[in-house]
């Protein structure tokens, strides 16, 4: 069994970005911006977003955080994307999800510029992914590729089975595994909440991606010896030994599932890890895009 280090692999993403970045320093050129918008005080959404504006700074580019009260109005965040819209200085736009319940997920997606449009959600972004066209694909299904290119996995002529049908993870994930693409080229399930074979249809995978925020879900009798496993959940589950007072569990039982494995993520350090890389690569391409432009 051999471990997928989402260490190894962002930081080898983010060393090549910095040094395109210390080229643009050593040019006198601007750099790539990103701003991210933050509404209300989830714990998970502040840790990710502020984790996301530290590997900016790593990979030397600028970022920009706005925040805004739970009980703000959609019509002021829309305000913000359109005034970031226009700024020619900011080359990638992102609003942590999920959203308070009076805001609507979609009417915010949908006013990104699209050229701006870092994660890869806006309807322009998913129908060009789905056509196999070059865009922005949301982070976490490209961290997942950008990890399975790095190891070389084989994927063409494989069986892969997805778990969980998101906008964000499962689905994107589904069509980038079936691309006529290297990785990609897979034959591909996508399995839900009411798939009814769920074991049987996992038995028979070569690579399952588990992304249904379920912790420990994926177990070793649902596993075929020599499976590549990719781990997307990120639970927090409650841990008194811990500063913080939790821990993050995978959506794989990794103790006993890992030893059937050829490759396997371990939570944390794999996936989570991929995300912040992918997101800094989609706001460089942002960035070069805007400047051929
Ligand atoms: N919430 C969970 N994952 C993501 C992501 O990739 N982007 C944004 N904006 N919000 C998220």
């Known amino acids: 069994m051999q471990?997928?280090?989402?260490?190894?692999?962002?930081?080898?993403?983010?060393?090549?970005?910095?040094?395109?970045?210390?080229?643009?320093?050593?040019?006198?050129?601007?750099?790539?911006?990103?701003?991210?918008?933050?509404?209300?005080?989830?714990?998970?959404?502040?840790?990710?977003v502020a984790s996301k504006i530290k590997n900016c700074e790593e990979a030397g580019f600028k970022s920009s955080m706005y925040r805004f009260n739970t009980d703000t109005n959609e019509d002021t965040i829309i305000a913000k994307i359109?005034?970031?819209?226009?700024d020619d200085e900011v080359d990638g736009i992102l609003v942590q999800l999920p959203l308070p319940k009076h805001i609507s997920e979609e009417k915010i997606i949908n006013i990104i510029d699209p050229l701006k449009d870092v994660d890869g959600f806006h309807p322009i972004s998913v129908g060009k992914l789905v056509q196999g066209l070059p865009t922005f694909i949301p982070a976490t299904p490209y961290g997942v590729m950008l990890m399975l290119e790095h190891y070389k996995i084989e994927t063409a002529g494989k069986f892969a089975v997805v778990i969980g049908r998101s906008n964000i993870v499962g689905r994107p994930m589904s069509i980038l595994l079936s691309q006529n693409t290297n990785p990609?080229?897979?034959?591909?399930?996508?399995?839900?909440?009411?798939?009814?074979?769920?074991?049987?249809?996992?038995?028979?995978?070569?690579?399952?991606?588990?992304?249904?925020?379920?912790?420990?879900?994926l177990t070793a009798d649902m596993v075929k010896e020599n499976a590549v496993v990719i781990d997307v959940?990120?639970?927090?589950?409650?841990?008194?030994?811990?500063?913080?007072?939790?821990?993050?569990?995978?959506?794989?039982?990794?103790?006993?599932?890992?030893?059937?494995?050829?490759?396997?993520?371990?939570?944390?350090?794999?996936?989570?890890?991929?995300?912040?890389?992918?997101?800094?690569?989609?706001?460089y391409h942002a960035y070069i895009q805007k400047n051929n432009s």
């Open 3 to 48: 471990l997928l280090d989402g260490k190894i692999v962002s930081q080898a993403v983010k060393n090549e970005l910095r040094e395109k970045t210390d080229q643009l320093k050593a040019d006198n050129k601007r750099l790539p911006h990103l701003a991210a918008i933050l509404i209300g005080n989830d714990g998970a959404s502040e840790t990710y």
């Open 82 to 86: 359109e005034e970031l819209n226009n």
């Open 184 to 217: 990609g080229n897979c034959t591909v399930t996508l399995c839900h909440s009411r798939t009814t074979n769920l074991k049987e249809i996992c038995l028979q995978a070569d690579i399952i991606v588990a992304a249904l925020g379920k912790v420990s879900f």
């Open 233 to 283: 959940g990120i639970t927090r589950v409650e841990d008194a030994t811990k500063k913080s007072g939790f821990k993050i569990k995978g959506d794989v039982d990794f103790e006993n599932v890992a030893p059937k494995c050829s490759y396997i993520t371990p939570v944390p350090g794999g996936v989570g890890l991929m995300t912040i890389a992918a997101l800094l690569k989609n706001t």
